[in-house]
Nanobody, 126 residues
């Protein structure tokens, strides 16, 4: 069974850093693309960053470029999102997701992603 468990969220001040973790099990990493989505009340889940295990390819939404870094540790089977220079607008529930890679491009539609973690809250005060 595919399992994704997020951790690392918390309450921080603007300008601080956080590292989110997503522990995985139940699937072959090289066959999947994974990503971090975030959701605020009244909004759908927005793709923040994506990572393809097979070639270490990455994708970032414009607001994350230059501030966030997505990476994976094969030994620990864990996906990370290093966030720096946090802003109040980064406040959201962050979710780890995965789907079996079938294209060379990243699908930003959350409905296309079949596996989800429980979420971890990030709150940035200004």
């Amino acid at each position: 069974q595919v399992s994704l468990v997020e951790s690392g969220g918390g309450l921080v001040q603007a300008g601080d850093s956080l590292r989110l973790s997503c522990a995985t099990s139940g699937f072959t990493l090289n066959e999947y693309t994974m990503g971090w989505f975030r959701q605020t009340p009244g909004k759908g889940r927005e793709l923040v960053a994506a990572f393809k295990w097979s070639n270490r390819g990455t994708y970032y939404t414009d607001s994350a470029k230059g501030r966030f870094t997505i990476s994976g540790d094969d030994t620990k089977k864990t996906l990370y999102l290093q966030m720096t220079g946090l802003k109040a607008e980064d406040t959201a529930a962050y979710y780890c997701a995965a789907l079996k890679t079938v294209t060379t491009w990243v699908n930003p539609d959350s409905h296309a992603w079949g596996h989800w973690g429980q979420g971890t809250q990030v709150t940035v005060s200004s």
